[in-house]
């Protein structure tokens, strides 16, 4: 899952997007309602995190653009704006869910949880693909009615794969999917993660492999009995 992220508080960007990382998910986060903009245009993402005291433009007016625009794009509004009529003003406006400041990372994690359960049925909150199963908002993936233990960076490839299963998914593609704005990731690291993915799938009767298709990418198929 990747998550943008609008606040002006640089610790508080830090923050959040450290706990976001710590999850597996990943973050892009800008300061200001343009930089935001920006990234939205350039960027497909599963959550956006939106502070409504912006430097250059209020949360709100953000926010009934991006619905005016059809972006159906799930948004968390943060804000330590807390009255009543101003919540209401926040909902109307097309926030999904609204968490007043200061708030606990658990309570926030939870939500995000929360919202990926109710996003469209198109998001697939729930991957199947051969045997193996993966709840993107929990980030926990089963097989056999046994949880297989993955690094964040693994689980983020295979939703990848599964996603695109019996499809070949092009290196360029993973490396992008593995990338934050600024801190791109080589074809080395990606080749490594594969290897590890492949070594604890194989332990387990998944049902699948991950092929490398020479100077494209890979493929999770499905195997035949």
Same mark, same amino acid.
């Given at each position: 899952?990747?998550?943008?992220l609008?606040e002006d508080?640089?610790?508080?960007r830090?923050?959040?997007s450290?706990? *976001?990382?710590?999850?597996?998910?990943?973050? !892009? %986060?800008? +300061?200001t309602?343009? =930089?935001?903009?920006?990234a939205?245009?350039?960027?497909?993402?599963d959550?956006?995190l939106l502070?409504?005291?912006?430097p250059?433009?209020?949360g709100?007016?953000?926010l009934?653009?991006?619905r005016?625009a059809?972006?159906?794009?799930p948004?968390l509004?943060?804000?330590a704006r807390?009255? *009543?009529?101003?919540?209401?003003?926040?909902? !109307? %406006?097309g +926030?999904?869910?609204? =968490?007043?400041?200061p708030?606990?990372?658990?309570?926030l994690i939870?939500?995000?949880?929360?919202?990926m359960r109710?996003?469209?049925?198109?998001?697939m909150?729930?991957?199947e693909?051969?045997s193996?199963q993966?709840?993107?908002?929990?980030?926990?993936v089963?097989?056999?009615?046994?949880e297989?233990?993955?690094?964040?960076?693994?689980k983020g490839?295979?939703e990848l794969?599964m996603r695109?299963?019996?499809k070949?998914?092009?290196k360029?593609?993973i490396e992008?999917a593995?990338?934050?704005f600024g801190?791109?990731?080589?074809?080395n690291?990606v080749?490594?993660?594969?290897s590890?993915?492949?070594?604890k799938?194989?332990?387990h009767?998944s049902?699948t492999?991950?092929?490398?298709?020479?100077?494209v990418?890979?493929?999770?198929?499905e195997l035949?009995?």
């Open positions: 899952m990747r998550i943008l609008i508080s640089t610790r508080l830090e923050l959040i450290e706990t *976001v990382r710590d999850i597996g998910w990943k973050i !892009d %986060a800008f +300061a309602a343009e =930089l935001g903009r920006s939205l245009e350039d960027q497909d993402y959550l956006v502070d409504l005291g912006l250059d433009e209020d709100i007016d953000v009934k653009s991006l005016d059809k972006v159906q794009t948004v509004v943060l804000t807390g009255a *009543v009529d101003e919540r209401i003003v926040g909902l !109307d %406006a +926030a999904d869910d609204y =968490l007043t400041k708030f606990h990372n658990g309570e939870a939500r995000i949880r929360a919202l109710r996003a469209p049925a198109t998001l909150p729930v991957l693909y051969g193996l993966m709840d993107v908002a929990s980030r926990r089963m097989c056999a009615d046994t297989i233990g993955l690094a964040p960076s693994e490839l295979l794969l695109n299963g019996g070949v998914v092009a360029a593609k992008h593995f990338s934050e801190d791109e990731r080589s074809t690291a080749e490594l993660a594969v590890r993915l492949r070594k799938l194989d332990g009767p049902g492999a991950i092929e490398t298709i020479r100077g990418g890979y493929m999770i198929r035949l009995d």
